[in-house]
């Protein structure tokens, strides 16, 4: 018998780092008191040589000799899932799912489960946390579904392992990582080690069976997976659902693929019926938008080959207080601060008793530079209180002289106003000559942020 012996080591909770003694800061992501203390077995060199000697190493091959089959992605009848996925789901793939608590990741995945189920693939939805009778409440919720969902209630990954390599479903749903354990591992479920002892098991069953599996992952109070980073580097794919739980939009954002475009974004809205894609963000991100209000503007952002229009609030007001109050929402506080500082600077704005708030209806978070021309002048139009027209959409670039420097893919920004009903669009004037023939709208070339102020 295989001879093992009980050590203890420190594992960083944030990056997983691991160490023999317990120190303060992280060597490896800085951060403070992430260090944990775990005990794990570790076999004797003669088990470790006896069953390496019993398996059967690998033979390399050349480029050349490697087949390639050509299978198809498997559609979850979603498009903006799809999307997000770069085409649909990939034969063998491991995909983590984060996101807040109640956004709606168990929901989205048993919508999923539903149309596969439907489409004759067998699904086995495997919850640690839900009984099934919390399940089928939810399901009958959703609507009908197909005879090919399995549904268990486990958190033994031995018993996990077995059930999925005796069923031999298409797709694997695990809800969530943090409720499974492993028995031989002696930390508490969730903890470092069980969390990337898991993975490991499953990554090793997407490769080697070809069962795509959705790995369901809570978020820490910063918005990151728990547990350690390890775990964002073994899968193939990230998505990160975003979005206030108390408001009807998510946003379904890719972080890494594998397999597609991390730039890509699925936007749902949430209804008694589980999720309903919106297919026409623009237009959901605009929905009340007042009319003739100073501090308000669209701008555009290319969310991967998607352009979305996202209408730019400002508020400027004296302040009462000695230091006054910068704050943005969904945007770079630092750009913030950056832009009010051209627009003293170049054009005089008197800003440095003011208090100035930005934010980005709609919930969203971008960081593109081309909303800083619609950002610079919502906070002037807030400042001089003066409206600007309802119907001028604006993006671009502003640099700390005040020059508005060029944007990428202006056409397929510039299409995307003119559908929804806007007759003016102000953009770099290096972006004009870019330009073909612009028939249903008006466009407006500044080379300053000086031509675009004097807008107003």
């Not at 998510?250 to 974004?265: A, C, M, P």
């Not at 909303?371 to 600007?388: E, Q, T, W, Y």
Request: hydrophobic share 40%; glycine share 10%.
């Amino acid at each position: 018998m295989a001879k093992a012996k009980i050590t203890t080591v420190f594992y960083c909770q944030s990056c997983g780092y691991e160490s023999s003694k317990w120190m303060g800061q992280c060597p490896g992501c800085k951060e403070w008191n992430t260090f944990v203390e775990e005990k794990i077995n570790i076999k004797t060199a003669v088990s470790s040589s006896s069953s390496r000697s019993g398996h059967e190493t690998g033979k390399p091959l050349k480029l050349s000799e490697i087949a390639l089959n050509d299978e198809e992605r498997m559609s979850t009848h979603m498009k903006e899932l799809n999307r997000v996925l770069g085409g649909g789901i990939v034969p063998g793939s491991l995909i983590l799912v984060g996101g807040d608590p109640g956004i709606g990741k168990s929901t989205l995945l048993l919508q999923v489960c539903r149309n596969m189920a439907q489409d004759n693939r067998k699904v086995l939805y495997i919850s640690g946390e839900e009984s099934l009778r919390q399940i089928k409440l939810r399901a009958n919720r959703i609507g009908e579904f197909g005879e090919n969902l399995f549904l268990l209630c486990e958190t033994d990954l031995g018993v996990i392992e077995e059930t999925i390599r005796h069923i031999m479903p298409d797709i694997t749903i695990i809800d969530s990582i943090q409720t499974v354990y492993n028995a031989d591992v002696s930390s508490a479920p969730g903890s470092v080690s069980q969390v990337r002892e898991a993975t490991n098991v499953f990554l090793q069953i997407a490769k080697g069976l070809g069962v795509s599996v959705f790995i369901v992952g809570h978020v820490t109070k910063e918005g990151t997976v728990a547990g350690p980073r390890v775990l964002e580097h073994m899968v193939d794919t990230v998505l990160y659902f975003e979005g206030d739980r108390h408001a009807s939009y998510r946003i379904l954002r890719g972080v890494k693929n594998r397999f597609g475009s991390t730039n890509e974004i699925g936007v749902f809205e949430m209804q008694e019926k589980g999720l309903i894609e919106v297919a026409n963000p623009s237009e959901f991100m605009l929905d009340g938008k007042p009319e003739g209000a100073s501090g308000s503007i669209v701008s555009c952002s290319m969310e991967g080959s998607r352009p979305i229009l996202i209408e730019i609030q400002a508020l400027v007001c004296h302040t009462n207080f000695g230091f006054p109050r910068r704050q943005a929402i969904g945007t770079d506080f630092n750009r913030l601060n950056l832009l009010m500082a051209v627009l003293e600077k170049r054009l005089g704005l008197q800003m440095s008793d003011c208090d100035a708030y930005v934010n980005l209806a709609g919930g969203m978070k971008i960081t593109e530079p081309a909303i800083d021309l619609g950002i610079a002048m919502a906070v002037a139009s807030s400042f001089k209180n003066r409206p600007i027209n309802d119907k001028i959409a604006a993006f671009g670039e502003i640099g700390l002289s005040g020059e508005v420097r060029g944007v990428s893919m202006i056409e397929q920004r510039i299409n995307e106003a003119a559908k929804m009903g806007f007759t003016t669009c102000v953009i770099p004037k290096v972006c004009v000559k870019q330009l073909k023939s612009m028939e249903n709208i008006k466009i407006i070339g500044v080379s300053s942020v000086q031509d675009a102020i004097d807008l107003i």
